[in-house]
């Protein structure tokens, strides 16, 4: 299979492999995801779970934004720094992201269990915390190419964690689903920590971040931008609708989601390799992925539109048949955004920030004016239809 995947796309076996390992755990993750969406509106009242993906939403989008565009910055600078030699100024990275993830991130918590009382009463954003962290040493993991490393870890953990919530069903309640996600979460990042091998040094991070702050600059303010994408949607549903109407619109947005997490599996592998080959190579993996993740966005919305229904179904309920209409809108969207968002990996991947903060920026600025705008007139459709409005 990694010989065909190479000689159909024309590219390096290892780039072959890690390509077909990355989506094998994404798959796996995946069901992981479908099974839990099951477990929760199985065994959890849709008011509470509602409150749930309120909660969670907003702890995730605190600790996005607390990563600072940690993704951004390894997948440039870890490759960047291994093609010129330069291990010690990998780990001050690894450390000057470290430092600044765990500042942003109090903060975070501090400012939410003050605001939400669902946060606190849930312990959602300490759980958060955790769960973010694995998450930037992942990262590390994709910038240094061990990308077994980065699909097994992450994909055991869901594994796990899903498990131990199966297991708990009958007594199941927001606060159990946040304690298991920390337990499991510190386990991940014992292990990612002994993987990667890369020290995670203050000592070394100051002279390191002096380089890259131009680019980390961009990249934070990018990263303030990807939360928007992925969970402002519910805060402005639960303001202009109902706890039932944000657990509808949540499942559909899981399954569109699947599909955008599955075009960025060609995304995780490609960073990389594209800024490695910047260096010492001559710019074809840019060219291949790009029009890959095109085609694929095409394919993967017209299955999600003809089977959207029975995936509902098997996802939840009959009784969340309603979320196809968020999902047939969210995955129009999908399609419709896939020449810009490959474009803006490519471009940070290049180390050109500031022309992906550009593409991202425009996009967020629009999309959150028009769902507020939008929701406050027509409710949930209106959020959905700002997704597409946005990606135009």
């Known amino acids: 299979m990694t010989d065909l995947l190479a000689r159909i796309f024309k590219i390096d076996k290892r780039i072959a492999r890690n390509t077909l390992v990355t989506y094998f755990g994404f798959g796996i993750q995946v069901l992981m995801a479908l099974f839990q969406v099951k477990i929760l509106t199985n065994w959890l009242s849709k008011a509470t779970l509602g409150a749930y993906f309120y909660a969670f939403g907003l702890s995730l989008f605190a600790m996005g934004i607390a990563m600072a565009g940690s993704q951004a910055v390894c997948t440039r600078f870890i490759p960047y720094f291994e093609a010129n030699g330069r291990r010690d100024d990998a780990e001050g990275l690894l450390g000057a992201l470290t430092a600044i993830y765990f500042i942003l991130g109090v903060l975070g918590i501090i400012l939410l269990e003050t ?64 304690v298991s996600m920390a337990l499991w979460a510190t386990l991940g990042i014992v292990v990612e920590m002994a993987v990667m091998g890369l020290n995670v040094s203050l000592r070394k991070s100051t002279s390191v971040f002096g380089e890259i702050f131009h680019f980390w600059m961009f990249s934070f303010a990018n990263g303030l931008l990807y939360p928007i994408l992925m969970y402002a949607d519910r805060a402005i549903m639960w303001r202009f609708t109902s706890p039932s109407e944000v657990a509808l619109f949540s499942v559909a947005k899981k399954a569109s989601e699947a599909i955008r997490r599955t075009l960025h599996v060609l995304s995780h592998v490609a960073a990389p390799e594209i800024s490695y080959d910047s260096v010492l190579g001559d710019g074809a993996v840019a060219k291949i992925y790009w029009k890959s993740y095109i085609l694929m966005s095409l394919l993967l ?81 209106g959020v959905a239809l700002a997704y597409i409005s946005a990606s135009a």
């Open 301 to 381: 919305a017209a299955l999600a539109i003809a089977f959207g229904k029975k995936i509902i179904v098997i996802l939840a309920t009959k009784a969340y048949l309603p979320s196809y209409k968020y999902l047939v809108l969210l995955v129009l969207a999908v399609v419709i955004s896939s020449p810009w968002e490959s474009a803006a990996i490519v471009e940070y991947s290049k180390g050109r920030m500031n022309r992906s903060f550009g593409l991202w920026a425009t996009w967020s600025a629009i999309y959150l004016l028009l769902a507020v705008v939008l929701a406050s007139k027509i409710g949930g459709i």
């Open 115 to 178: 605001f939400v009382p669902e946060v606190k009463r849930f312990g959602a954003a300490r759980a958060a915390l955790i769960l973010g962290y694995m998450q930037v040493l992942s990262f590390a993991l994709q910038g240094q190419r061990k990308m077994v490393a980065f699909a097994v870890i992450p994909t055991t953990f869901t594994v796990v964690h899903n498990l131990t919530l199966f297991l708990l069903r009958r007594s199941l309640e927001p606060q159990v689903i946040f």
